[in-house]
């Protein structure tokens, strides 16, 4: 018989283990460093028991929140705000709701393998200008594995979570949409708690926790090998994690010294939307509700031959396109390109706070 005990037990350990992860060699000795390090453990843990152990009815489903601003996965987007809803492939599904301001919205299908190798299989996808909106922003979009008239989500048998990615331009002006999900054809009311379905969540919330925390690690130190820029990484690595099959990802890996800049200047091709963010060595993003780590085609100033320079450094040295290193000497990084005709790659370089201020001044 399942025994929720010993499930929790297990769910326990597993973390304990995870923890492990943190005091890897490989991970920088700075006391913050490690301490965002446990910080993120237990925001994963936050995450997976509201995806594995709350939403895990697929008759009933809701949107809930698995990134926000205070949990954080794989570089998430300071401008996005994510919806989620747990699901079964192989039933059907009614999202209705309307689409707000936002200019930026993209659905899609994924069978969530975290708690397994990591990954996060595509199985269909709607992006903004292939989904017929009615004339006040109101939609309907059936999920299912048979195809259907209109608006429709393709879903295989092993779908497990709905994904809605909505970005701003200007947080001040703009506003998100709002969803809901129901299954049709379902019962008319949840069935009492499983203690087997309890049991199956803790083992599975235990194993996302492992499977993010190390994927994103892996992450990291593959950036690192080519410190201080933007290499050219094949993007089917990204999309196995749930990346959007329209946008570009540009990671970075940056170590800098207290007393220096790093700078980053290239030329935005046409795209629907692009944004660069500072994030930490987990791959979470800096604080975005009290600091200047990121920027997007809205608020970037743009110079008149087209190109943008971002200045990264601890302190505001009087200059458009600034980013707050966050007390930090060394992190992770990332530019997306949305739509774009072309992706190209930011050149970097290293300069001392006194170069800054010279080459400012002339």
Same mark, same amino acid.
């Given at each position: 018989?399942?025994? @929720? ?21 490989r +991970? @920088?000795?700075? @006391? ?17 028991l509201?995806?594995? +152990?709350e ?34 492939g192989?039933?059907?599904?009614? %999202? ?7 200019p /930026?919205?993209?659905? +899609? ?19 903004m200008?292939e989904?017929?909106?009615? @004339? ?14 209109g608006?429709w989500?393709?879903l295989?048998?092993?779908?497990s ?5 909505q ?14 999900i ?31 925390a ?5 992450w ?13 990484i ?6 196995k ?8 990802y540009?990671?970075? /890996? ?9 700078i ?34 809205h608020?970037?100033k743009v110079? *008149? ?5 971002i ?6 040295p009087? +200059? ?14 990332? %530019? ?9 790659? *930011? ?16």
């Amino acid at each position: 018989m399942t025994n @929720p005990a010993e499930a929790w037990k297990r769910f326990c350990d597993k973390l304990e283990q995870t923890g492990e992860l943190i005091l890897d060699e490989r +991970v @920088p000795k700075d @006391p913050l460093i490690q301490a965002e390090g446990f910080r993120y453990l237990s925001r994963l843990t936050k995450l997976a028991l509201e995806q594995y +152990v709350e939403a895990t009815d697929p008759d009933f489903p809701f949107f809930y929140a698995l990134s926000h601003e205070t949990g954080k996965i794989g570089a998430d987007n300071p401008d996005n705000r994510y919806l989620n809803a747990s699901i079964k492939g192989d039933c059907d599904y009614r %999202i209705t709701g309307t689409k707000g301001s936002m200019p /930026y919205f993209s659905i +899609v299908a994924n069978a969530m393998r975290y708690h397994i190798d990591g990954s996060a299989h595509p199985t269909g996808s709607l992006m903004m200008d292939e989904i017929a909106w009615g @004339p006040n922003g109101e939609v309907e979009i059936i999920a299912s594995c048979t195809p259907q008239e209109g608006n429709w989500l393709r879903l295989e048998p092993d779908a497990s979570v709905i994904i809605i990615r909505q970005s701003y331009m200007d947080r001040v002006s703009e506003r998100p949409g709002e969803f809901k999900i129901e299954r049709i054809g379902g019962p008319e009311r949840p069935a009492p708690l499983d203690p087997e379905v309890l049991c199956a969540g803790l083992d599975r919330a235990a194993q996302f926790v492992s499977g993010v925390a190390r994927t994103f690690f892996d992450w990291a130190l593959l950036f690192k090998e080519n410190t201080n820029s933007f290499p050219d990484i094949d993007q089917s690595m990204f999309q196995k994690a749930g990346g959007a099959a329209d946008i570009y990802y540009a990671h970075a /890996y940056w170590a800098i010294q207290p007393d220096q800049a790093w700078i980053i200047e290239v030329s935005p091709p046409e795209c629907d939307y692009w944004n660069f963010q500072f994030d930490n060595f987990w791959m979470e993003s800096f604080d975005y509700r009290f600091r200047e780590v990121t920027l997007n085609k809205h608020t970037a100033k743009v110079r *008149p031959d087209g190109t943008v320079r971002i200045v990264c450094c601890a302190n505001n040295p009087g +200059v458009d396109n600034w980013i707050d290193t966050s007390g930090h000497t060394e992190g992770t990084a990332l %530019i997306r390109w949305v739509g774009a005709d072309h992706h190209p790659l *930011p050149t970097t370089r290293i300069v001392s706070i006194s170069e800054l201020a010279r080459e400012l001044g002339e």
